[in-house]
């Protein structure tokens, strides 16, 4: 993937890597083992856990989760946190979907335009008006989740009919479904945007020191407003694509809790909660993880609440070993 | 108004035995020695002012008296008996009790509930409010306070919430009240207010440590004063009789007689004086009570060293030049036109770089490698087409540690992981690759090992030479007398003298910050004589 590290060469990495382990072991690293031994030992014991289309079906589950992880680990990365992505993918599914009279693209910019309007929303709030992330973004949760309710017609299911529009969620391109694609491109471009563009260096600069980064000139709050804007349009774009695979918005439904699963694959990915340190490689490999553990203890029928708990396990220990080591 | 001091202290006739007092006392840092067996004795009655400069070991020697460390080695008695406090409610309930300058109390709470927080008077297992009210309201009448018992904490004046804290320890019983910085943030009426309680204190009984940096009041409310410096006990001394001169002496290490004799050294860097305006002119900064007047003036190709005790206004004028902080009053000028930036954003954009005092807090993003922290504030200039370039990074940072001959393992290597003085150095290239004019250094070479400070002293040098305004605020006499063209001294927010090369001396300058005149050579202080 685009995503090795950039440093001059190869040794040079080496030696880096090798004095960082020493330090404090690569969270990222510890998200890829997990991963590994989960495909591994699936693959051995869990019937029908190895084939191509379990693989795809892995894959296409997660991608929804991903997108919105990917969006929450730019927030996460400046010290923030988006608990409204769940009702953005709500308001941005019944946007599109009652808007799809006028037309395939003025739905899904209506949409998207609405759900980066909720991140500016909360942008402005934590930036401007220095209220805590956490608590903008609850409100915005439940005013989002009755937003989108109201949208639909008081929380109705509004069925989809356009078959333009349901490609997004169940078309394929060759073996690969519309979504794997999707979230693949948002993967692809957002590790690069945090990688080499300025704003990246912002974020993970106002992230890890504030008061420095506004000496070092760095806008600060624009850097803030525009990564829950980005936050925000991911998951209006993940809200539409759950609204093309089911044939429906549903506004009661749509994006559920998925905040905790994205911040989970944030977590477990490596990337800190504290932030001013994020990967977007991990926090894809930290959405495998939860979704590779749904999937198999589906497939060996154990109870979902099982699952869970092993989730839940996985977080702590992630959390766990990233821990701040100093005293 | 200089000696107007209460001759009324026990302090220098009779041998009271001390209330509070301290031996031996050492404590370490991780490794690093903050206290070197010091000494501290407290007689009863007494207003004690405890001073020293910036890593001396004031707050940590507090800190241990009022339970909040504990110390390593030494021992400590209160009323005769050996005590160790470990944590600060043992403290308390011993009678030692420390009034912060950030006042730890409820604000949302009612004063009276403030008063009598953890210790509430109770019946039938409920607090009592009448005996509340009506006991704080009699503690304010012996006081001589006129503060509500019932009113919300938060709504009273800060002044009126450090009495509320101060009565609380009064309450308590407090043998021994530890005030620090209790005048900072108060306006000049409420610090007589606040005297007149000390007085009152004083006369019961309460003896009383007075950390301030403010030499008035030291002389106003103290009768005796122990100086600390680098860890250690360096004297301690009746203040009546005790020269302002010589205080700032014991309190920087220098002695009087050698410094008459020393002289000012050749300053490296030129003056280079032109027609025209200069680079930098500041008139009148004004900023709550730490700038008061600030005026001062920066040339092309010079350094100006920005002088003064702890808590004169250096770093605040640095600040305020920057646009980190916003004024209350003042004009600045750069290259003769108007000046007034809002945020560091526009002071970069006029060419103005700031490194802060404060590395970790202010200066590096500790995750980040050291490539991502020197180009921080360059990155606009790096950018094509929307990304961050390579190639022109790279230029700039290997062309940078070379120069700087900064110490890492690689560009990549988390800056976190340097030490101090390779990322000081760090900082400064980050700001030199914006092609600074102006650029402000607050304690360039503070806590950085004797080699890398040289360096980076030349450095400074260098860049004068080659035509920057360097203001280079320092507390260290030798950087300035060493390392300026000219420097301006600043006392109680305000600039007292400006020493030219004939006249600069580290005499010159403690002259200038203990009384507030100079020997002057150049121009007469602005503002007011003291």
Redesign the interface.
């Known amino acids: 993937m685009a995503l090795t ?4 060469s190869p040794a ?2 080496a ?2 890597r090798a ?2 382990a020493r ?1 404090h072991p690569s969270p990222v690293l510890g998200a890829v083992i997990a991963l590994i031994v989960l495909v591994v030992v699936n693959a051995i014991f869990t019937p029908n856990f190895a084939t191509a289309s379990n693989a795809w079906n892995i894959l296409w589950q997660v991608s929804t989760v991903v997108m919105v992880a990917v969006g929450m680990t730019f927030v996460i990365a400046t010290g923030g946190i988006d608990l409204s992505v769940g009702s953005v993918m709500a308001i941005a599914g019944a946007v599109a979907a009652v808007q799809l009279g006028h037309g395939v693209a003025i739905a899904l910019g209506f949409a998207l335009l609405c759900a980066a309007a909720v991140g500016a929303l909360n942008g402005t709030l934590v930036a401007r008006d220095g209220i805590q992330p956490i608590v903008v973004t609850l409100a915005t949760l439940i005013a989002g989740r009755g937003l989108a309710q109201v949208l639909s017609n008081d929380g109705q299911l509004v069925p989809i009919h356009n078959v333009g529009f349901e490609t997004f969620g169940r078309g394929h391109v060759g073996p690969v479904p519309a979504p794997v694609v999707i979230a693949l491109v948002v993967v692809l471009v957002a590790a690069f945007v945090l990688r ?3 704003f990246g ?2 974020v ?2 106002v992230g ?2 504030r ?9 600060v709050r624009r850097t803030l407003i525009v990564v829950y804007v980005v936050s925000g349009v991911l998951a209006g774009l993940a809200g539409i694509l759950e609204a093309s695979r089911i044939g429906a918005s549903d506004a009661a439904k749509i994006g559920l809790n998925i905040e905790l699963d994205a911040i989970a694959a944030t977590v477990v990915g490596g990337t ?1 909660l504290t932030g ?2 994020a990967t977007i490689f991990g926090t894809v490999v930290g959405a495998l993880v939860m979704q590779v553990i749904a999937t198999s203890f589906n497939m060996l029928l154990v109870p979902y609440a099982w699952s869970l708990v092993l989730k839940a396990a996985i977080i702590l220990v992630a959390v766990y070993f990233q821990r701040p080591r100093r005293v | 108004m200089q000696e107007q001091r209460r001759s009324t202290g026990p302090a220098a006739e009779s041998v009271t035995k001390p209330v509070l007092r301290l031996e031996g006392i050492v404590k370490r840092f991780s490794g690093v020695i903050a206290l070197d067996g010091v000494d501290f004795a407290l007689e009863p009655g007494e207003v004690h002012a405890l001073v020293g400069e910036n890593g001396a070991g004031k707050s940590t020697l507090v800190k241990i008296m009022t339970g909040a460390y504990h110390r390593d080695q030494g021992a400590m008695w209160l009323d005769g008996a050996p005590v160790d406090f470990k944590t600060p409610a043992a403290a308390q309930s011993a009678g030692v009790i420390a009034v912060h300058q950030e006042i730890h109390l409820l604000p949302h709470r009612t004063v009276a509930e403030n008063i009598f927080l953890a210790r509430e008077p109770r019946r039938w297992g409920m607090i009592d409010w009448g005996r509340m009210f009506a006991e704080t309201a009699t503690l304010f009448a012996d006081l001589g306070l006129e503060i509500d018992p019932r009113a919300e904490l938060g709504t009273l004046r800060t002044a009126q919430r450090q009495m509320v804290a101060i009565a609380r320890g009064v309450s308590i019983g407090a043998k021994v009240l530890v005030l620090d910085e209790p005048t900072s943030s108060l306006a000049e009426r409420e610090v007589t207010l606040l005297f007149r309680l000390l007085a009152q204190l004083k006369a019961a009984g309460t003896a009383i440590v007075y950390i301030s940096h403010r030499f008035d009041e030291l002389y106003a409310v103290c009768d005796r004063v122990t100086v600390l410096r680098d860890g250690k006990h360096v004297a301690t001394r009746p203040l009546a009789g005790l020269e302002r001169l010589d205080l700032v002496c014991l309190m920087l290490g220098k002695s009087r007689d050698a410094l008459a004799q020393r002289g000012s050294a050749a300053p490296v860097a030129r003056s280079v004086m032109h027609d025209g305006p200069p680079l930098l002119r500041v008139n009148g900064l004004e900023r709550g009570t730490r700038l008061r007047n600030v005026s001062l003036d920066v040339e092309c190709g010079e350094v100006v060293g920005l002088g003064g005790l702890l808590g004169a206004g250096r770093t605040e004028t640095a600040r305020a030049i920057f646009g980190a902080d916003s004024l209350d009053a003042g004009t600045m000028a750069l290259r003769g036109e108007r000046f007034t930036p809002s945020a560091p954003r526009d002071a970069i954009a006029a060419r103005v770089a700031f490194v802060s005092e404060d590395r970790k807090a202010e200066g590096i993003i500790p995750e980040l490698s050291v490539r991502e922290n020197l180009t921080l504030a360059a990155l606009p200039s790096l950018t094509r087409f929307g990304v961050v370039s390579r190639a022109k990074q790279r230029v700039i940072v290997d062309e940078f540690m070379r120069r700087f001959g900064i110490k890492a393992s690689s560009s990549e290597q988390a800056i976190r992981e340097l030490s101090g003085g390779n990322q000081q150095k760090v900082l400064l290239a980050r700001w030199l690759c914006t092609r600074p004019e102006l650029f402000i250094v607050d304690e360039p070479t503070r806590g950085i090992d004797i080699g890398a400070r040289g360096e980076i002293q030349a450095l400074i040098h260098e860049l004068a030479a080659e035509g920057l305004g360097v203001l280079m605020v320092s507390s260290d006499l030798e950087e300035l007398v060493e390392g300026s063209s000219r420097v301006v001294v600043l006392r109680d927010g305000k600039n007292v003298a400006e020493l030219g090369r004939q006249s600069l001396s580290q005499d010159a300058i403690i002259h200038a910050m203990a009384t507030g005149s100079a020997v002057d050579d150049r121009k007469p202080p602005v503002g007011e004589g003291a």
């Open positions: 590290p950039l440093a001059s040079v990495i030696s880096e004095s960082a330090r080499a563009t300025p260096r912002h993970l600069a890890g020191n008061a420095a980064s506004r000496l070092a000139g760095i806008p800190a001013g340190r």
